[in-house]
């Protein structure tokens, strides 16, 4: 590993042993009320090891407020919230919502940040016991149940020489995430991990299972491929096409002022449109501590280039690469050739000492063409946020091709999002007022938007902006065919 780079002069009058302070508060090394009356269906409880709660049980307010992953919870109560043991008791939970009438809404592992699986009336059904994974090697494939986390899949394919484009942070489920798209780790070198998804078991709204992709069912295979929170049934098992594991993953951390957010984004654009295909570019813009006691907040901006390569030469090729820029030689702070593995780049995610994501959040993210324009505005951002911990995560890439077998239809060359997080329930107005202005900042560069990180509860009319237009109205045409009663909640916003 080289040396952290000498001090330079930014005119901040920041000491290099005052910066190191303030990247390790920032965790440099990991980067990234009352319940009403009992419903009418309160005597209903699945048999055996099933769990069923409804609105008015004591612990109904318990459950409901277990179900997000992160602190701030919806104001939105289904009447009921069931726990399936297998998929004989989610048969069982979908015919009791049809009997009556109740729409039902899924969840996984609760990581949406707009929380699309808690609505108001109805019944949430939580996949918390489907966490199954299967590794076959030879065949370089892998069937995971949708509650699994990233980073478990990540440890099952590791010891197998294997990799997949899981989620940066290791406790997102496979099932959400996938659904939704499945922006992740080296995406631009391994595909979008909706790409990636050869075939997915369904549980359909009349209770029987079908294998998506099959005779008869190319189309279901089409909107599982990054239908999101709009999908018209229970996904219980993917079947996915993963890649080799690289044998030599190198981090490199580089550290600018926030007020150089723009170039240090064009700077990385040049390197990945010259080629680096191989190479993962992501910058963070957080505020740190002040350098001096009294002192306001430094926002920085904080590069990190990641190397999946086959061999040390060609990760230090790659170094030379990025070292040639005129940029890399002007940081505040650098890191070069820090051996890493896919569990060390996700293992700050679940560090609560030193990840940024821990309390209560709210998120605004958009594709974009225009990045360092984008970056700007969100810096901006970040250094009004009422909250430290709140930040903004920006990605390039080089490949934007969508695929015609695939409902997921919004990306561009850059990624860039806002994500408010804050502690206290006192806060949140001030905190989702910011998550909110963010939004407005950063849509006059947006091309798209994430499906997966879009709050359509607050926007319903950006969904469309989440896909082509053709491939929306065929998604909701599938809809009507797979579930004519409308027992599924469509997207928020629009059920």
């Not at 179900?67 to 009791?96: F, K, Y």
């Not at 940040?113 to 949430?124: H, I, K, Q």
Request: with cysteine; glycine share 10%; hydrophobic share 45%.
């Amino acid at each position: 590993m080289s040396r952290p780079g000498r001090q330079q002069k930014d005119g901040g009058g920041i000491t290099r042993r005052q910066l190191m302070a303030a990247l390790g508060q920032l965790g440099i090394g990991s980067l990234l009320g009352a319940c009403a009356a009992p419903s009418g269906n309160a005597a209903w409880r699945l048999p055996g090891a099933g769990t069923v709660v409804h609105r008015g049980d004591p612990d109904y307010e318990t459950w409901r407020s277990a179900m997000p992953w992160q602190g701030w919870v919806a104001p939105r109560r289904p009447e009921s919230i069931v726990r399936p043991a297998d998929r004989t008791q989610l048969c069982e939970a979908l015919q009791q919502a049809r009997r009556q009438g109740q729409r039902v809404a899924i969840k996984s592992g609760g990581h949406s940040v707009s929380e699309a699986f808690l609505r108001d009336g109805g019944m949430l059904v939580d996949l918390h016991a489907f966490r199954g994974v299967d590794v076959d090697a030879g065949s370089a494939t892998a069937a995971v149940e949708p509650s699994l986390w990233g980073r478990d899949l990540a440890l099952h394919l590791t010891r197998a020489g294997l990799a997949f484009p899981v989620a940066h942070c290791a406790t997102v489920p496979m099932g959400g995430y996938l659904l939704g798209g499945g922006v992740g780790i080296n995406t631009d070198q391994w595909g979008i991990g909706c790409h990636a998804v050869t075939g997915a078991e369904v549980m359909l709204a009349d209770g029987t299972l079908v294998d998506a992709g099959s005779a008869g069912h190319e189309d279901l295979l089409w909107a599982v491929r990054g239908a999101g929170t709009g999908f018209f049934g229970v996904i219980t098992r993917y079947r996915l096409r993963c890649a080799p594991l690289p044998r030599d993953i190198r981090e490199n951390v580089f550290v600018f002022p926030a007020a150089r957010a723009a170039e240090v984004v064009e700077w990385l654009e040049a390197l990945v449109e010259q080629g680096m295909p191989d190479t993962e570019v992501m910058l963070l813009l957080a505020n740190s501590p002040g350098p001096s006691a009294g002192a306001p907040p430094v926002t920085l901006c904080i590069a990190r280039v990641v190397f999946f390569c086959a061999s040390e030469n060609a990760s230090r090729e790659r170094l030379a690469q990025v070292l040639a820029g005129p940029m890399a030689s002007q940081a505040l702070f650098k890191e070069t050739m820090k051996a890493a593995t896919i569990d060390s780049l996700m293992i700050g995610s679940v560090d609560a000492a030193r990840g940024l994501g821990f309390g209560r959040s709210h998120v605004n993210t958009i594709w974009t063409a225009r990045t360092a324009e984008a970056a700007t505005a969100a810096a901006a951002q970040v250094s009004l946020a009422p909250s430290p911990k709140s930040h903004a995560v920006i990605s390039l890439r080089k490949h934007t091709a969508l695929r015609d077998d695939a409902c997921f239809s919004a990306l561009d060359r850059g990624f860039v999002g806002c994500y408010g997080v804050w502690d206290k329930a006192s806060d949140d107005a001030a905190n989702i007022a910011w998550s909110e202005a963010s939004r407005e900042a950063l849509q006059p560069y947006a091309s798209g938007n994430y499906i997966n990180e879009l709050d359509a509860f607050r926007r319903p009319d950006l969904l469309e902006r989440a896909f082509s237009a053709q491939a929306f109205a065929r998604l909701q045409a599938l809809r009507k065919r797979y579930d004519p009663q409308g027992l599924f909640h469509d997207f928020p916003g629009l059920s």
